[in-house]
Each structure stands twice: as structure tokens, then as C-alpha cells.
């Protein structure tokens, strides 16, 4: 089979969209090495961390969905994998990542709602239109009901992080015990209210702080974290640390009291099955997606339950760890391997030639 991948996020980017297009190209390379791959890559996008023998095309155009609807041409390919936009010509296989943006668009600015505008109606061309859960193809059904069926191929964890050497950040170089939120900071992660939480918990203090990791790049609203950290009884019960490493994200990981996820609403999250894969005891938002995502290896709560109650549910979650085989579970269920494999089932549905 002859595959072109869309690789416009391959170098930079949204982190959630390059980790998704980056590691299905290298799973897929490793579970189908017969198929003869090329990639997309925008003109400046280094190629030292291709796989073998992958052929790359450049493109030029901005933005993604312009380039993708106008340069992402056959080339020869069987079929073409996509993300978010579909190209006017050839077979193509698009991967939407979320449509959140029409139940939600006041958690996005105009010009995010303007950008976003064209990726269901584009799809319309794609043979295929894959999502990562359940809970998101029903969505995006629900949206575009011409589009259905929607396959739910999964994700897995980010490599880069999960087999990353472990590495204290400085911002934990004090601490024998601390809480963990990452994501970007934006009104739909919710983090006002695991600063609420932090303030009302009676695990959580200077000595025990809530550490908050992400940046405000390609967030969407920014939610008012200014007025939640003023709210606090003590300031230093909660750390922002911004952007760190893989490795330092994997030690924080790996030695948190507990993973906060307050999310009002994901395609699929994927810092709680990260955080599930390093080990971390996990408290995150009671939403369908997260029901799908953790099953038993998760404690749920309402993100927009009081602070007294978030507070609450943090203490009895600290340190309480996952069952062995609730955790070996989900992190088994979601991989990249199964990802490729499901993409590729997809496609054979529609009679696309896979030989």
C-alpha cells in the first residue's frame, strides 16, 4: 500500500497534534514496513527523525487548512492520511481530532472559530473520517450527521514523555510531596477550579503544593487563573511552573501524590493516560470522555462542584494508586499499534486497495 501522510505539524506545533501525527506515522511504519510511505512536510521541517526509507514532499502553504486542501496531492499514494482538513482530490483518510468548537465557541477566540470553520465541511471529502473515542465520533455525528459513520481509532500515550529518563524539574527540587495539572491554560482545562481545589484541600499546602504545568500557546480563551491564585488562603500552595521538558514532566509524573485532570470537555486527554502510564494516582473531571478513556483506573468528580467539594475529593484520591490490573488495563488498551491498526481496518471497509 502507498501512503502519503500528512505531516504539517511533524517539527511544531499544537503538542496534541503533532504527538498524534508523528506517532501514527511511526507506529504505522512499524507495524506495515511492506507499504511504502511519504510525508508531507512543511518546507523547513527537519527529516533526521523519519523512519527509513519514507519519502518526503514539501509544501508551502498556510494555514494547515489551505495546504492541506491544496498540496496534499495523491502523488501516486493509495490513500492519503490527513488531519483535521481533507484534500480536494485523491483517497483520503481525514483524523479529526474534536469538533468541541461548535458545542462550545466561547471557550475559542474568532479567528480559532474561523480556522476551524472548514474541517467538518472539508471532511465531506474524505473516504474515511476517524476520530480518537466513542464519545467524540457520537459528537461529531450528532454535528454532521452526513459524515456518519465516524471511526473511533483510540490514541495511546506520548513516547517522548513516557520513555523519557526522569529528570527532578527545579520548581519540585524542595519537595517530598506535591499535586499535578498539566495542560494548556485555557478556560477549558478547568484550572481555576484545581486552584479552587488546592485552596480547600487539607493534603495540599507550601510544603505539599499543586504544581500547574502548560503554557497559554495555541490555548484558546484563557481562563481568569489571576483572580482563582488571589483566592488562595496560602499562595505558595500552588507553583506554576509553565513549560518543562519530557524528562521533566515524566519525573513529576512519576513521583506526583496525585494527577488532576478538571477538563470541562475533551476529544480524548491525553495528560491523564500519560500520567496513568507513569504510575500516577489520577483525579479527573467526571465527563464521558474520561468515563470511556480510565474506566476503573480513575477517580471521578464534577468539575463544577464547589472548591470545598473538589477540595474534598482530592484528599480521599492522594496517593491512592490504581488497582495493578485497572491500570495495566487502560494503558494496554491505548496504543499506537492499535491506533494504526484500526486506521488501516477503516480503510479496507471502503475497499481501498491495501496490498
Request: hydrophobic fraction near 50%; include cysteine; glycine fraction near 6%.
Amino acid at each position: 500500500m502507498r501512503v502519503l501522510f500528512d505531516g504539517y505539524w511533524w517539527a511544531d506545533g499544537p503538542a496534541a497534534n503533532r504527538t498524534v501525527q508523528r506517532e501514527i506515522v511511526l507506529a504505522w511504519a512499524r507495524a506495515f514496513p511492506e507499504d511504502r510511505l511519504a510525508i508531507a512536510l512543511r518546507r523547513d521541517a527537519p527529516t533526521e527523525d523519519l523512519p527509513p526509507g519514507v519519502r518526503v514532499m514539501r509544501t508551502r502553504l498556510w494555514p494547515h487548512g489551505v495546504s492541506n486542501a491544496l498540496e496534499l496531492r495523491s502523488s501516486g499514494a493509495d490513500v492519503v492520511i490527513a488531519h483535521n482538513f481533507a484534500p480536494l482530490t485523491g483517497t483520503s483518510a481525514v483524523f479529526v481530532h474534536d469538533a468541541m468548537f461548535v458545542d462550545h465557541p466561547e471557550w475559542f477566540s474568532p479567528k480559532e472559530r474561523a480556522y476551524f470553520s472548514a474541517m467538518l465541511p472539508s471532511a465531506r471529502r474524505a473516504r474515511v473520517v476517524a476520530t480518537s473515542t466513542a464519545t467524540e465520533a457520537a459528537r461529531i455525528e450528532r454535528i454532521a450527521p452526513h459524515l456518519a459513520p465516524v471511526a473511533a481509532i483510540g490514541l495511546g500515550p506520548t513516547p517522548a514523555i513516557v520513555d523519557a529518563e526522569p529528570r527532578r524539574p527545579e520548581i519540585a527540587g524542595d519537595l517530598a510531596a506535591f499535586a499535578l495539572t498539566v495542560g494548556r491554560l485555557n478556560v477549558r482545562k478547568n484550572l481555576a477550579a484545581a486552584i479552587a481545589a488546592a485552596g480547600a484541600s487539607a493534603r495540599i499546602s507550601a510544603s505539599a503544593p499543586l504544581i500547574v504545568v502548560g503554557s497559554s500557546a495555541h490555548s484558546g480563551v484563557t481562563g481568569d487563573l489571576e483572580a482563582a491564585l488571589a483566592a488562595l488562603p496560602d499562595p505558595r500552595a500552588v507553583r506554576i511552573a509553565g513549560r518543562l521538558t519530557d524528562a521533566e514532566l515524566a519525573w513529576l509524573y512519576r513521583h506526583t501524590s496525585l494527577a488532576i485532570s478538571l477538563s470541562l470537555d475533551e476529544g480524548f486527554g491525553l495528560t491523564p493516560l500519560e500520567a496513568l502510564a507513569l504510575g500516577a494516582p489520577l483525579l479527573v473531571s467526571d465527563i464521558p470522555v474520561h468515563r470511556e478513556t480510565m474506566g476503573a483506573a480513575a477517580r471521578f468528580i464534577d468539575p463544577a462542584a464547589s472548591a470545598a467539594v473538589l477540595g474534598g475529593a482530592v484528599d480521599a484520591a492522594w496517593d491512592a494508586a490504581p488497582s495493578p490490573a485497572a491500570r495495566s488495563s487502560i494503558v494496554e488498551h491505548w496504543s499506537w499499534e492499535r491506533v494504526v491498526h484500526r486506521l488501516r481496518e477503516s480503510c479496507a471497509k471502503t475497499g481501498m486497495p491495501l496490498s
